[in-house]
């Protein structure tokens, strides 16, 4: 842990790991939970509070002729005090397929000097497996020693057993009498204990929950949120708890493969969660603005995935970005107009060429550093799908169970809701008997507690319950037992 000695207004600062990237301080000390932290302000827009075990006072060297050895020396130092942004240390810690998409987040995580990262996956892609990658990477890089991750109730089994099963990782369900301990136990022992756990959502929007969460201050390594686009209403207590999550963590995940679901403004309240010294006084115009040149960049890269692509076409995509009001920033970037003046005097690249051009094209996306999307068509190869009708003759055995199975449907759906049409609501059910008999009978005792009727049930009641109770004791199951 790098000690840093106190710090005063105007030090000149860089985070560790970090040197390239410096910043000034505008403010502090003040002490939170503990820790003593300083306000630091990086380039023109972004500031942040930031704890002293992670800042690192600038001291300007003295320049002067040095030996060989000693240059060597300095040399590699130098590269074990940079994050290693070109190496993996959490290659092949995992029991996944190797999906080389699935590692570009973890990737943009380590490169990028943001606050979080938005990972917009479409559905189905591993975003579960690209935010346990992260966790990995920081595990192996000794950067992680509180983790929580946040998602809806019915996901929690789902995150324990994948990073369990996957990563080794064993995630514990938190409560809010957990970060109480927690708290208990800093105040008695003057440090925070290591945790890796798991919550919901629902339970933190309670108000003891979300009350204990910020007045222990607890402070998190990273904090993921799975379907982080529940978060995205400003005006809503998730978003509230959302800034809490925020502030009181180092790095903070979003996981949606959602995030704009009625318009910009959503898109913009995730990226204020994400990085609140960037965004935090941004506006839509401002949004609006800053993603201008993103249609040329995207056309740009469409163009160059193309078996043969038309450089000139793609020359003119990037020439469109720089007629747009982010277009300075495009003209300050050497490799971008580099590229530029050479895709105007040649007709062809090689396919290294062409990755090399991708590559650079994808860092200018003026989201880069704090968003990350894949989607299906750009990963998966396409195939033509030819739909066939198989008729299949079911024996009287099963034929007589799947017309029971449809009849104890429609009265189950009837109990449940008598002015709705059955029809959707059995249609999964429908479809689960067609491809296996054996799983639909393995439903049924599901359902039929559903119904809150017990074995002790002598006869046909007067609602649609008992109806479908009915059946089932008929046709379905075995006769009772009497009590």
Known sequence: MVVTPPLERGDEVYRVGDPSRRGVVTDGPREIAGSTQYFVRWGERRRSWHPTTVLVKHEPASLGWVSRDEFLADLALLKFFYKFSDVLFSIGSSQTQFLVYQF????????????????????????????????????????VERLLVVCPANLRRKWRSELQQRFGIELREMRARDFEELREQFERDGQWSAFFGVTSLEGLRMTDFERTLVETRVPFDLVIVDEGHHLRNPATRSFALGEVLSDQSDHLLLLSATPIQTGQSD???????????????????????????????????????????DLHDVAEQMRAALGTRQGESFRENVVFMSWLSRLEDVHELTAEATVQLRRDLQRVHTLAPYYTRTRKREVQE??????????????????????????FLIARARARNPEAP???????FERMAASSLQAARARLDALVADLGIGDDYEGTGPDPAADAYEVYIIHISEPPRRR
């Open 104 to 143: 570009k987040p973890v990737l943009q995580f380590i490169r990028q000097s943001a606050h979080g990262l938005l990972i917009a996956d479409e559905v189905g892609l591993g975003k579960t497996i690209e935010a346990a990658l992260i966790v990995r990477e920081l595990m192996a890089r000794g950067d």
């Open 267 to 309: 898109l913009l309240s995730l990226l204020q969660l994400v990085d609140p010294a960037e965004f935090g006084p941004t506006s839509l115009d401002d949004l609006d603005a800053l993603l201008e040149p993103n249609r040329y960049i995207n056309s740009a890269l469409a163009l160059l995935s193309r078996p043969q692509p």
């Open 382 to 407: 396409s195939a033509e799908r030819e739909a066939r009708v198989l008729h299949v003759e079911l024996t009287p055995e099963e034929q007589h169970f799947y017309d029971a199975w449809v009849e």
């Open 422 to 428: 059955p029809g959707w609501a059995i249609t999964q």
